[in-house]
């Protein structure tokens, strides 16, 4: 349907009619098992409200949601149809790694891969758009939602959401089968909460959030999301959800985004305890004003809207722009001619955890890991090591972490599944301990239990330590101010080392972690983090070596909580710290390092690479050159291996204060022992820019230096000079 046709529909709609479409009910009115995500308020919703939203949020499969559409559609006196909507973050049916795992594949490919796999597997189940990429940038492990980020780097960031936006709804338009409409969230910022704290006030200077929290965003708007959704946080003081500057001047005047804008769950309405708006129906004015088309799961709209426009207090002509827009979305997804698009039962069935989108989840859990220690006990050698398995994730199968609300410990491979999967069938194992503190076990019990495992630590050759945090102490509402593991783990894991020095820990989170005693003590130490479906049999294919560990950390695991916010980009300061060198006026810790325990960037491989000096094509730039920054890289080892090869920037004097460096490109590549390949980066002066002392987006004439290796710690550099 055309525009013309669309605004010939909105002009028959009725002024109820039109607000009906702006209000989205979670699943659960329809189905007992829909899917809930925030603090319900189920007063004030008439059986009529509920029955005419506009959108749905949820799924409950395919035959379910084609019921309800086919209901919907008989009452529906304009034939508009309804649009399904759910959290599909890491993987439907078939789980992938959580999205802050998937940043450290730093493979844009891989991950459209993932994107596009969830997408088939959901539109064959009935839905048309997913609450996803969160491009939030995260620099606080405190904050629990740091597992649904791709990590701590804007450039990242952004090309992991584009990939993740393509992945979703492809590039034929969003009509093409098996594709799905993105939303890209938490629109803004809502990844920096004032210390760690969910949902907390978001207090960020203009330029910060300009130059570091607004380009994922910016990338999905580009790469042509179709809706963007709000967040519950504040920015300078007013909430996402009523501010028109960063809605409507911001994200549609600047950033030029025309599509739908939905609110988080209940955001409208909190608007009232934020204390900006005195009800609900102030809070309905301001939201419209600002420009949300869609209330989530709040009566704001649907109880207040009609009244405000009769009022002359809300012009109508927002009304009719939010609707249009929602219509237009309802249209790019071919709805009005097929309300059901791809739905199909038998189609949902036979794709679910199919063969294929289980292999690209293992290949891609496998480029997740990151390998931060090994002191030469990996891999294992399984014909002739007795090798102990030990720890309370051992056969646990709850690895898809927190937003896998269609994952399931039935369709999920442990450690102990992907080691028999390989023919390894004498596993010695021992849980050792509960996951979480006390697990309801009896003291007699849990002693019993740790005295199992360090028996068979003691008799076995090396042992595999698998710890880790619970699944459900990250994501929504999962902040930590400690970020260790728990008290009866540690335990476990000094116990082991006591009685076996050849440990290697496989470490499961959804957040950096502080495991400063794990990486003195343990011989080896893997970060799995989330890792989902295929997660046990990913595990099993490095462990044994038949995959090399090639993942790089997309967030800084920190030395201790105390550090965080902590992040490579770090900012210069007027008394700068030398690491060893002792000035007592300096910006440093009486008790700790400045430094992460591990940083951006960094992972170790089964192999070893040797990065050449970088060389440039030139010394002097003027701002229409492109300069190309190259390195010879060389698998100095024994066996095959990628290679992830990072280019930052480093502005070395700028109007404002800049960061000590900036990625600015990275190349993953596969060498074999002995092989060596070149690498080039091409520099371009838009990759120079930054917010400058009045605000302009620009470059400044003066010294770079580049610097290129395999983490953002790489000192392999060389100087240009930027004039023109
Ligand atoms: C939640 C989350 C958001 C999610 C939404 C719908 O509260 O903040 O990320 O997409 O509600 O489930």
């Known amino acids: 349907m055309v525009q013309e046709k669309l605004i010939d529909l909105l002009k028959e709609m009725s002024l109820e009619e039109k607000v009906d479409q702006m209000l989205q009910m979670s699943g659960m009115f329809y189905e007992d098992e829909g899917v809930l995500t925030g603090p319900v308020n189920t007063a004030g919703f008439t059986e009529e409200e509920i029955r005419q939203a506009g959108s749905v949020l949820g799924s409950v499969g395919a035959e379910k949601l084609m019921t309800i559409q086919r209901e919907y559609m008989e009452k529906q006196p304009h034939h508009i149809p309804l649009i399904f909507m759910a959290d599909i973050i890491n993987g439907f049916r078939t789980v992938f790694p959580i999205p802050l795992a998937q940043g450290c594949t730093f493979h844009p490919a891989l991950v459209e891969e993932g994107a596009a796999a969830a997408a088939r597997e959901s539109a064959a189940a009935g839905l048309h758009l997913t609450f996803s990429p969160m491009a939030d940038l995260v620099r606080d492990a405190r904050w629990g939602r740091v597992m649904e980020s791709t990590g701590e780097d804007a450039w990242l960031n952004g090309c992991l959401v584009r990939a993740m936006v393509e992945g979703y709804q492809g590039r034929e338009g969003l009509r093409e089968k098996g594709r799905i409409a993105a939303c890209v969230k938490h629109f803004a910022a809502y990844g920096a909460p004032t210390a760690g704290r969910d949902y907390n006030t978001v207090e960020l200077s203009e330029r ?18 179709a809706v963007v959704m709000t967040s519950f946080n504040t920015l300078d003081r007013i909430p996402s959800s009523g501010s028109r500057r960063l809605m409507r001047e911001i994200l549609r005047d600047e950033m030029g985004f025309g599509g739908v804008v939905i609110s988080d769950w209940g955001a409208i309405e909190e608007m009232c305890r934020h204390g900006v708006a005195k009800d609900n129906r102030e809070a309905a004015r301001l939201a419209v ?11 704001c709209y649907c109880k207040n809207l009609r009244g405000l426009v009769e009022e002359g207090i809300v012009s109508e002509s927002l009304i009719d722009e939010a609707v249009l827009r929602i219509l237009k979305l309802k249209n790019d997804l071919g709805l009005f001619e097929n309300p059901y698009k791809d739905a199909d039962a038998s189609e949902e069935k036979a794709l679910a955890l199919c063969q294929e989108h289980r292999q690209t989840a293992r290949k891609m859990a496998v480029e997740t890991f990151v390998l931060l220690k090994n002191d030469g006990i990996l891999p294992l050698k399984k014909e002739q090591e007795k090798i102990a398995l030990i720890g309370p994730y051992v056969s646990n199968k709850e690895i898809y972490g927190a937003w896998s609300m269609f994952g399931s410990p039935d369709t999920t491979v442990s450690i102990a599944d992907g080691l028999r999967n390989k023919g ?10 509960g996951l979480s503190e006390g697990f309801g076990q009896t003291a007699e019990d849990s002693e019993k239990l740790l005295r199992e495992a360090v028996e068979l630590a003691k008799s076995a050759d090396k042992v595999v330590l698998a710890l880790g945090e619970h699944r459900l102490h990250s994501g929504e509402a999962a902040s930590r101010a400690d970020i260790t593991l728990p008290a009866d783990q540690m335990e476990l894991f000094r116990k082991v080392c006591e009685v076996n020095q050849k440990v290697a820990v496989v470490l499961f989170s959804g957040r950096p972690l ?17 890792p989902g ?4 049999n990913a595990i099993a294919d490095v462990l044994f070596g038949d995959a090399n560990p090639s993942g790089k950390l997309s967030m800084s695991f920190p030395y201790s909580v105390g550090q965080v916010p902590v992040f490579y980009g770090q900012f210069r300061t007027g008394r700068p710290y030398t690491e060893g060198v002792e000035e007592k006026y300096v910006s440093r810790y009486l008790d700790i390092p400045n430094k992460p325990l591990f940083p951006f960037g960094y992972g170790l491989s089964y192999t070893t690479f040797a990065v050449g000096p970088v060389r440039l094509s030139a010394q002097r730039m003027c701002r229409t050159d492109r300069l190309c920054a190259a390195v010879t890289v060389k698998n100095t080892g024994a066996v095959s291996g990628q290679e992830v090869v990072q280019m930052y920037i480093e502005d070395v004097h700028g ?9 600015r490109g990275f190349s993953k590549i596969e060498l074999a022992p002995g092989e060596e390949k070149e690498v080039c980066f091409e520099i371009a002066e838009t990759m120079l820019r930054f917010h400058d002392i009045h605000m302009n987006y620009v470059s400044e004439d003066g010294e770079f230096r580049v610097y290129i290796g395999n983490s953002s710690e790489t000192a392999n550099g060389a100087s240009f000079v930027l004039a023109d």
Request: hydrophobic share 45%.
């Open 514 to 530: 502080d495991i400063r005693e794990i990486s003195e003590k343990a011989a080896a130490v893997l970060a799995v983090w989330m």
């Open 655 to 663: 109007s404002v204060v800049r960061p000590v460096r900036e990625l």
């Open 289 to 299: 004003e600002a420009g949300v088309d869609i209330d989530m799961m709040t009566n």
């Open 424 to 433: 390894y069938e004498k596993i010695l194992s021992a849980q050792g301990c």
């Open 208 to 225: 910060t959030l300009r130059d570091d929290y607004l380009p994922a965003y910016q990338a999905a708007v580009d790469a042509g999301v």
């Open 533 to 536: 479906t295929e997660g046990g």
